[in-house]
């Protein structure tokens, strides 16, 4: 894995999805370019990357003709992200973790991680540890505040946790203060419901999640007969003493095992087969346990009803909202803090002070947590500053300078504290010597912007745990000596994170450590793309290509291996 990397993209695997049918890419360390004509499908190799990744799916992804489209994923990962996967169900193998995706052609989507079914949304959370993409309309998110303070504090490495603590203290408080107001107005009214609630929640101890489970035994209980009926119709199929399905089953593997060592492809779907004998042996074994401890209980499924009733009817009274499950959690909430709402009630006026002394100390702890975190912040703001500009120095702005921002709200005022601090940051530049320094959004082009986010990526990924970054063209609005330095910095990138670039300038595609081209051919209505990895011969064709559009021009191929030369002297010095 690269140096300081902790994750990377090993393999992805394509299956008729749009434009390519079928196409298998491996990922190495370093940089890697993906190039290619336009409309050949370099795109929907991020698109692929995405749909793995938990974007949202379209039936109009699934090639022509197809009944659906696969993507696989294999990424190495991490400690913390194998433990997340392995939470849900899924397996971690050697350090890599397999994502698959599939689209029907009606639309339905389902994915799974590491062999266990699951969902995009947990997908999704999962890649922001794994793969950071940008396109051409990423930049804009350096136009944001809460961008801007992310990356400030990814940068600085900014403790927020005790800030967290502190300040959801306060707001507890806070919500606490005003509550209890509120209910002043009409103490004597909700202390007469309050005791009714602590009484009849305190003779029912309801417990979390108690609905679903009492709802599962009473659709047990009350199958009983037909559970035990079906039940042994399908075991006594399956172990019948004259037509035993387990019994074929193990006849059949004793005539295949005389087929073992005979060949080494046909010994792997053996050793399958065996497997799946014995896990549906596994699954009998377990049904005839299943069985066995079956029993009707009219007791126990009478109490049942009679608690499910008994909540329902505490729901009824007390819950919140038109969700049934998220309002009795609500009230088990409740009845967790009852007894404090009680004494706040009948505290009256004293508790009210008793609170606001509280959140005036609590206020005073928050201000102390939050200048702390704005100073370090103040700091990292000017540090990354200065190191941006450095990068955008080389990247052909000699005269370009960032400069970060950081605005200090009122700290006096409790409406100035957030969850982020009391800070507001934004990014300035000025592209010319003597220039005013402006916000990025209202000077820069879309060609700076792009340098100015590769910049900000080169310097914040020496921080970062993240191992895999994506560039789709955003070297647009970019050529020249630009292009060359936005190449090399893609390259200084890639030492510390793996990265994979999918360009239009050969100034960007020299610096490849690993360069595939996807390739496009035509056959009747449907277009098929491969993705082929090419030699260093083969990329002075495909560099030629992209300077010129004339692969086979003596002209281009010497200019591109004067471009491959200069890249080749880079390195050595």
Same mark, same amino acid.
């Given at each position: 894995?690269?140096?300081?990397?902790?994750?990377?993209?090993?393999?992805?695997?394509?299956?008729?999805?749009?434009?390519?049918?079928?196409?298998?890419?491996?990922?190495?360390?370093?940089?890697?370019?993906?190039?290619?004509?336009?409309?050949?499908?370099?795109?929907?190799?991020?698109?692929?990357?995405?749909?793995?990744?938990?974007?949202?799916?379209?039936?109009?992804?699934?090639?022509?003709?197809?009944?659906?489209?696969?993507?696989?994923?294999?990424?190495?990962?991490?400690?913390?992200?194998?433990?997340?996967?392995?939470?849900?169900?899924?397996?971690?193998?050697?350090?890599?973790?397999?994502?698959?995706?599939?689209?029907?052609?009606?639309?339905?989507?389902?994915?799974?991680?590491?062999?266990?079914?699951?969902?995009?949304?947990?997908?999704?959370?999962?890649?922001?540890?794994?793969?950071?993409?940008?396109?051409?309309?990423?930049?804009?998110?350096?136009?944001?505040?809460?961008?801007?303070?992310?990356?400030?504090d990814s940068f600085g490495g900014i403790p927020l946790a005790n800030y967290l603590v502190v300040y959801d203290e306060f707001t507890a408080l806070q919500k606490r203060?005003?509550?209890?107001?509120?209910?002043?107005?009409?103490?004597?009214?909700?202390?007469?419901?309050?005791?009714?609630?602590?009484?009849?929640?305190?003779?029912?101890?309801?417990?979390?999640?108690?609905?679903?489970?009492?709802?599962?035994?009473?659709?047990?209980?009350?199958?009983?007969?037909?559970?035990?009926?079906?039940?042994?119709?399908?075991?006594?199929?399956?172990?019948?003493?004259?037509?035993?399905?387990?019994?074929?089953?193990?006849?059949?593997?004793?005539?295949?095992?005389?087929?073992?060592?005979?060949?080494?492809?046909?010994?792997?779907?053996?050793?399958?087969?065996?497997?799946?004998?014995?896990?549906?042996?596994?699954?009998?074994?377990?049904?005839?346990?299943?069985?066995?401890?079956?029993?009707?209980?009219?007791?126990?499924?009478?109490?049942?009803?009679?608690?499910?009733?008994?909540?329902?009817?505490?729901?009824?009274?007390?819950?919140?909202?038109?969700?049934?499950?998220?309002?009795?959690?609500?009230?088990?909430?409740?009845?967790?803090?009852?007894?404090?709402?009680?004494?706040?009630?009948?505290?009256?006026?004293?508790?009210?002070?008793?609170?606001?002394?509280?959140?005036?100390?609590?206020?005073?702890?928050?201000?102390?947590?939050?200048?702390?975190?704005?100073?370090?912040?103040?700091?990292?703001?000017?540090?990354?500053?200065?190191?941006?500009?450095?990068?955008?120095k080389a990247l052909s702005m000699p005269n370009g300078e960032v400069s970060i921002k950081c605005k200090v709200n009122d700290p006096d005022k409790a409406a100035s504290?957030?969850?982020?601090?009391?800070?507001? %940051?934004?990014? &300035?530049?000025? =592209?010319? $010597?003597?220039?005013?320094?402006?916000? *990025?959004?209202? +000077? @820069?082009?879309?060609?700076?912007?792009?340098?100015?986010?590769?910049?900000?990526?080169?310097?914040?990924?020496?921080?970062?745990?993240?191992?895999?970054?994506?560039?789709?063209?955003?070297?647009?609005?970019?050529?020249?000596?630009?292009?060359?330095?936005?190449?090399?910095? %893609?390259?200084? &990138?890639?030492? =510390?994170? $793996?990265?994979?670039?999918?360009?239009? *300038?050969?100034? +960007? @595609?020299?610096?490849?450590?690993?360069?595939?081209?996807?390739?496009?051919?035509?056959?009747?209505?449907?277009?098929?793309?491969?993705?082929?990895?090419?030699?260093?011969?083969?990329?002075?064709?495909?560099?030629?290509?992209?300077?010129?559009?004339?692969?086979?021009?003596?002209?281009?191929?010497?200019?591109?291996?004067?471009?491959?030369?200069?890249?080749?002297?880079?390195?050595?010095?």
């Amino acid at each position: 894995m690269v140096k300081g990397a902790v994750t990377k993209l090993e393999e992805i695997s394509i299956r008729s999805l749009g434009v390519i049918e079928s196409s298998n890419i491996e990922f190495h360390d370093g940089l890697t370019v993906l190039t290619g004509e336009t409309g050949a499908g370099k795109t929907m190799v991020l698109t692929a990357l995405g749909l793995v990744l938990g974007s949202k799916s379209d039936s109009d992804l699934v090639r022509i003709g197809a009944e659906r489209a696969t993507v696989t994923g294999r990424f190495s990962v991490n400690k913390t992200i194998a433990h997340s996967i392995s939470e849900n169900g899924g397996q971690v193998e050697d350090g890599c973790a397999i994502i698959t995706r599939t689209v029907s052609a009606q639309g339905k989507s389902r994915v799974l991680i590491g062999g266990a079914l699951t969902s995009a949304s947990f997908v999704a959370d999962l890649s922001d540890s794994l793969v950071e993409i940008h396109q051409q309309s990423s930049a804009v998110r350096l136009t944001k505040p809460n961008t801007v303070r992310e990356l400030v504090d990814s940068f600085g490495g900014i403790p927020l946790a005790n800030y967290l603590v502190v300040y959801d203290e306060f707001t507890a408080l806070q919500k606490r203060l005003s509550d209890l107001k509120s209910q002043m107005a009409r103490r004597d009214s909700e202390m007469a419901e309050l005791k009714d609630f602590i009484k009849l929640f305190s003779a029912l101890d309801p417990k979390s999640n108690e609905i679903q489970t009492i709802e599962n035994e009473i659709s047990k209980l009350g199958s009983v007969e037909d559970i035990n009926q079906y039940l042994s119709t399908a075991l006594n199929t399956l172990e019948n003493d004259e037509v035993s399905a387990v019994n074929m089953l193990q006849q059949a593997r004793k005539e295949l095992d005389r087929l073992k060592d005979k060949d080494a492809e046909l010994d792997l779907i053996l050793d399958r087969y065996h497997e799946l004998v014995l896990g549906f042996q596994d699954v009998t074994s377990d049904l005839t346990s299943y069985l066995t401890g079956l029993e009707a209980d009219p007791k126990r499924f009478e109490y049942l009803q009679s608690r499910k009733s008994d909540i329902n009817s505490l729901i009824k009274k007390f819950g919140k909202g038109s969700d049934r499950s998220a309002a009795f959690e609500q009230l088990i909430e409740d009845g967790k803090n009852a007894a404090i709402r009680m004494a706040d009630l009948s505290g009256g006026d004293e508790r009210i002070k008793e609170i606001e002394e509280q959140l005036l100390k609590q206020f005073t702890r928050l201000k102390d947590e939050g200048q702390k975190v704005s100073q370090l912040r103040n700091k990292a703001a000017k540090a990354m500053s200065l190191a941006v500009t450095q990068e955008i120095k080389a990247l052909s702005m000699p005269n370009g300078e960032v400069s970060i921002k950081c605005k200090v709200n009122d700290p006096d005022k409790a409406a100035s504290y957030t969850n982020n601090g009391i800070d507001e %940051l934004e990014i &300035l530049f000025c =592209s010319h $010597q003597g220039g005013k320094e402006l916000p *990025l959004n209202k +000077v @820069a082009s879309g060609g700076e912007l792009s340098r100015v986010m590769l910049a900000m990526e080169v310097v914040i990924a020496q921080t970062q745990s993240i191992g895999t970054y994506i560039f789709d063209e955003v070297d647009a609005g970019v050529g020249g000596k630009a292009a060359i330095e936005i190449g090399r910095r %893609l390259s200084k &990138l890639s030492k =510390s994170a $793996q990265v994979i670039v999918i360009t239009h *300038l050969p100034q +960007v @595609a020299i610096w490849a450590d690993h360069h595939l081209v996807v390739k496009k051919s035509e056959g009747g209505s449907v277009t098929q793309s491969d993705v082929l990895v090419i030699d260093q011969d083969e990329r002075k064709v495909e560099i030629a290509r992209m300077l010129s559009g004339q692969e086979d021009s003596q002209t281009a191929q010497q200019h591109a291996a004067e471009l491959l030369h200069i890249v080749k002297e880079s390195m050595i010095s």
